[in-house]
């Protein structure tokens, strides 16, 4: 089965974009947040050009949506290439005072470069980040330790550039989900897809969750972790012989009628709330 072309680029998306390059000049450190289930197709491609000589603190969150020998496999990724990502779960706080340490000694860098040029300290001024829906109102709010922005489990709830002053030291802009004006590789498009991080007008819903169901097949057969059994237990029914495209199927007869856009919606919503345990639809290169 090809994959679906998928794209996604409304208005405000546009808008946003131009927003935040703007904006991105009064900016000293970036917070990027990717989703930990897919960090590669969640780092958007114009992230080198936005950071220039700006600071960046590097947050995978969603991190209790994966397995722990996925996140130990990243974490070793990332540090090889000479990173140190903060792993998160917003919405429950786990991870972020970690990311709040790392903005902390970001600051004092930057301040003491103002003292040794002669000028008064002030707060650090930080952007976060990131691809619609990966949790950056959610980690925002945790800082504050108060709901001040709005967030929701689905993608494009924030419109508007805000200042968020989370203490003396640290002053936050948080931006609008953003997506590349072209997703032109439809392999992490598909990802972004199943877990929820564009806009459903983008793609054929039974195409995705087929997707997800071959991916899981594919996973299990590189990492041993046990994926299908997920989903027999969840719905009963085995996909170890079946396509993606036939357990959508299968499933559709044997649950919802012979609907399947309700079996694919159903597998996709068990996914995205994590009914279907932990499952990472990446893994590091080289693995």
Not at 187 to 195: Q, R
Not at 196 to 213: K, L, P, T
Request: hydrophobic share 40%.
């Amino acid at each position: 089965m090809s994959s679906p072309p998928i794209q996604w680029y409304p208005g405000h998306i546009a808008k946003a974009e131009r927003l935040l390059t703007d904006q991105l000049k009064k900016v000293d450190v970036v917070f990027e947040v990717r989703d930990a289930r897919i960090p590669l197709a969640t780092q958007h491609p114009q992230i080198g050009q936005w950071l220039q000589n700006k600071g960046r603190v590097l947050v995978l969150n969603r991190v209790d949506m994966i397995p722990e020998a996925m996140q130990q496999a990243w974490l070793a990724w990332f540090r090889d290439q000479g990173e140190q990502p903060c792993f998160t779960n917003a919405h429950q706080g786990q991870g972020v005072t970690h990311v709040a340490q790392a903005a902390k000694v970001v600051g004092e860098h930057i301040n003491q470069r103002r003292r040794d040029r002669g000028m008064l300290p002030r707060p650090v001024r930080a952007v976060v980040i990131g691809f619609p829906n990966v949790g950056k109102s959610a980690l925002i709010n945790r800082l504050l330790k108060k709901k001040i922005v709005e967030s929701a489990r689905r993608p494009g709830v924030t419109r508007a550039l805000r200042w968020v002053r989370i203490s003396d030291q640290l002053e936050l802009l948080d931006a609008p989900g953003v997506l590349p004006s072209k997703l032109t590789d439809q392999a992490a498009a598909l990802k972004l897809a199943i877990c929820d991080d564009i806009g459903e007008a983008a793609y054929d819903m039974q195409r995705v969750a087929a997707a997800f169901v071959d991916l899981t097949k594919q996973l299990q057969d590189i990492t041993g972790l046990n994926y299908l059994q997920k989903l027999t237990d969840r719905y009963g029914l085995d996909p170890t012989d079946l396509t993606g495209e036939s357990y959508v199927e299968a499933l559709a007869h044997q649950k919802h009628h012979g609907e399947s856009e309700r079996s694919a919606r159903q597998i996709l919503n068990d996914f995205r709330k994590g009914n279907l345990g932990s499952i990472a639809l990446e893994i590091p290169p080289g693995s």
